[in-house]
């Protein structure tokens, strides 16, 4: 009966380290063993003008013993290198698909031309090389890429296909910030998979949006060396489904600096931070009053979603068996070490001045839909439309800054993404819109029952043959249909519907 065996699974849960051991539904040989620390995978840094990636398969032994088939880009085996990008700089990445089926290649949270974006226009047959160029125009922060393939998101995100892109502009440059990457500047990718009883993946099925296995960068059970110093966290959510709430086992403040699209005014101090799917933060934590020796935990606090809803969500919670939903548990044990030569020892009280627009600026509104109505899989829709490769579902004038309000029903909470802009949440339905999302934003939670709305600027082309991407980053929600598309032009008059009431993509 599934009430008791939840119930069990709280109790063992009591002890973090234990949540992972107590499953019994995935993979026998990481369940039953009381699993050693692993040292954390740092994905290598590429920098420089061109890049090369290449999509194949690959496979990664999660846990001695083991041998689980992943997709990985270049030699990474689960999760990719991570781009560094210079802003102002022209880039030119060449991605070659070593896969035998087609995959894209989108670069999540970039400015730049529909054509370069990496949706699923822009399909990169197996065996193909896709070799998008564009200037990089967004602000310091950090961004990441993945596939995007109509109907296949989930699936390739799944086997492991994704990496994080770290922008440097001249402004974040100039701050007193830690930036030694995998010394003082860490990133960490959160996801979490379930296994069959081959230790391979499982991704089609109900079960599988909520792995029982947490990874953090491709790393189950990680830890992790940090100096006693200041240290910065990037940190994204790159799960299926699952959202998070992030703290230490100590409780300790930590401050929050970036957002998806870059530095924050000032940092926030902040002892607990929710992170849904598609979002990144960059935090500092101080490690200074650590006596090297010491641990301290990263945190998952009453992981689900959606949040905002005391007790969960009738049926799903804890959802399909999961044991990792409604629990606290580890995502990262931090051994402290010595400081290094030339430690940061201060927090900046200022970072940037970000110019937002407001909403008295914008001279469009649109309204969007969530809305559930069709069979499993096919669950939910922007205004009952499925997503169609063919179908314009919305059309603005290139320039113009426009307010979009996403409505959301009350069936289930959902994390909204926006190709190519960068926004501002300017209203919560429900309650004031927390310090922690006052930055740039290209992805949002909305729980469910709840709307939002975001200001932002459309100053990217977008024309009749390459369209941007809405969707919910919940990759099994895109795959089903919640995703739609607009262009942007430079007279949305000229586009006119044909005889069934559509806009075509050409
Ligand atoms: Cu990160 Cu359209 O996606
Ligand atoms: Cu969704």
Redesign the pocket.
């Known amino acids: 009966f599934r009430l008791a065996t939840i119930a069990l699974a709280t109790l063992v849960a009591v002890t973090p380290c234990s949540a992972q051991t107590a499953t019994t539904g995935s993979s026998p040989s990481a369940a039953t063993s009381v699993r050693a620390f692993q040292d954390l995978w740092i994905p290598p840094l590429i920098t420089g003008k061109t890049f090369d990636l290449a999509l194949g398969k690959s496979s990664k032994s999660l846990w001695p013993g083991a041998t689980t088939h992943t997709y990985g880009y270049n030699d990474a085996r689960f999760w990719g290198p991570t781009l560094v990008f210079e802003q102002g700089e022209t880039v030119r990445i060449n991605v070659k698909n070593n896969l035998d089926e087609p995959t894209t290649v989108h670069w999540h949270g970039l400015h730049l031309p529909a054509a370069t974006d990496g949706g699923p226009h822009q399909l990169i047959a197996a065996g193909a090389t896709w070799s998008p160029s564009f200037t990089v125009r967004n602000n310091a922060g950090t961004y990441w890429y993945h596939p995007h393939p109509h109907e296949s998101t989930q699936k390739q995100i799944a086997m492991g296909a994704g990496g994080l892109i770290i922008i440097r502009d001249p402004i974040e440059a100039k701050l007193a910030l830690p930036r030694a990457y995998g010394v003082d500047d860490i990133p960490l990718v959160l996801t979490s998979r379930r296994f069959n009883l081959a230790d391979q993946f499982t991704f089609a099925g109900d079960n599988d949006k909520y792995g029982d296995f947490s990874l953090v960068n491709g790393t189950l059970d990680p830890k992790v060396s940090l100096p006693a110093q200041f240290v910065r966290l990037r940190i994204l959510n790159a799960e299926i489904e699952r959202g998070y709430q992030l703290g230490f086992s100590d409780n300790r403040k930590f401050y929050l600096i970036a957002t998806d699209g870059g530095l924050v005014d000032k940092p926030v101090p902040l002892s607990r931070i929710k992170l849904m799917v598609g979002e990144r933060i960059e935090i500092l934590v101080d490690l200074s009053g650590d006596k090297p020796g010491a641990t301290v935990d990263l945190m998952a606090y009453n992981a689900r979603q959606p949040f905002g809803f005391p007790g969960g969500e009738p049926g799903r919670s804890p959802p399909n068996g999961s044991y990792l939903n409604n629990l606290d548990f580890r995502l990262l044990r931090v051994n402290v070490a010595a400081p290094t030569a030339a430690p940061i020892t201060k927090l900046p009280p200022e970072l940037t001045r970000n110019k937002f627009w407001s909403e008295a600026d914008a001279t469009e509104r649109r309204t969007l839909n969530i809305l559930r109505f069709g069979p499993p899989n096919r669950e ?1 829709a922007f205004d009952r439309k499925y997503y169609d490769m063919h179908t314009v579902n919305h059309v603005v004038k290139l320039g113009a800054v426009e307010a979009w309000t996403i409505v959301n029903d009350r069936t ?1 909470g ?2 909204f993404h926006i190709h190519d802009v960068q926004f501002k949440i300017v209203a919560r339905s429900d309650g004031p819109v927390p310090d922690y999302e006052q930055g740039w934003k290209d992805s949002l939670y909305i729980p469910r029952g709840q709307s939002a709305t975001f200001v932002t600027r459309f100053d990217d082309f977008a024309s009749d043959t390459d369209a941007f991407m809405y969707h ?1 980053h ?1 990759a099994n ?1 895109e795959d089903g249909g ?1 995703m739609g598309q607009f262009l942007v032009v430079n007279d949305p008059a000229t586009l006119k519907p044909d005889a069934s009431g559509v806009i075509r993509l050409a």
């Open positions: 939910f289930f959902h994390s919910c919940m929600h919640l």
